[in-house]
């Protein structure tokens, strides 16, 4: 399912693991308090699993990951690791699923008998490849933390 491989790459990405699975209350009480629609990466994928992502596989899951980059920065303080992490991560993911949208709304099938690109992985290495130096920008980025 390429939008498994989508949201596995952007996991990827997290690697303080902020957003890879839902908010602990014990760790922070008033989240549920203060933002009504959680989300993470786990629950994303769970989510795409279930199928729920089939009617649009690129703008409900492109919400989705907006909606855990928003709630992290609506939650979190500016200046804060968790914010910066968000800001960076909204960055950085809005250039993935703007690469990745022909992968994402290509099914499957299709996807491997026309594409002349073999996989999901190749799509992850030229992307890589194209925007190495767009990456240390924003993961350097120091204005945002």
């Known amino acids: 399912m390429n939008i498994c491989f989508v949201i596995n790459f952007l996991n990827s990405l997290d690697v303080d693991k902020y957003f890879a699975q839902p908010v602990d209350e014990a760790s922070a009480p008033s989240y549920r308090q203060v933002i009504t629609h959680p989300m993470d990466f786990e629950t994303m994928e769970k989510k795409a699993l279930n ?68 996989s999901p992985n190749h799509y992850a290495a030229q992307f890589k490849k194209e925007i190495e130096e767009y990456y240390y920008d924003i993961l350097y980025e120091e204005k945002d933390m």
């Not at 709630?71 to 909204?90: E, L, V």
């Not at 809005?94 to 994402?104: I, T, V, W």
């Not at 299709?110 to 073999?118: I, M, V």
Request: include cysteine.
């Open 51 to 118: 199928s729920e992502y089939l009617d649009d596989p690129y703008n409900f899951p492109k919400a989705d990951f907006d909606r855990i980059c928003e709630n992290a920065i609506i939650f979190n303080m500016p200046k804060t690791q968790i914010y910066g992490a968000a800001k960076k991560m909204k960055k950085f993911g809005d250039k993935a699923f703007g690469y990745f949208k022909e992968l994402l709304e290509c099914p499957n099938k299709e996807f491997l008998k026309f594409s002349k690109k073999l």
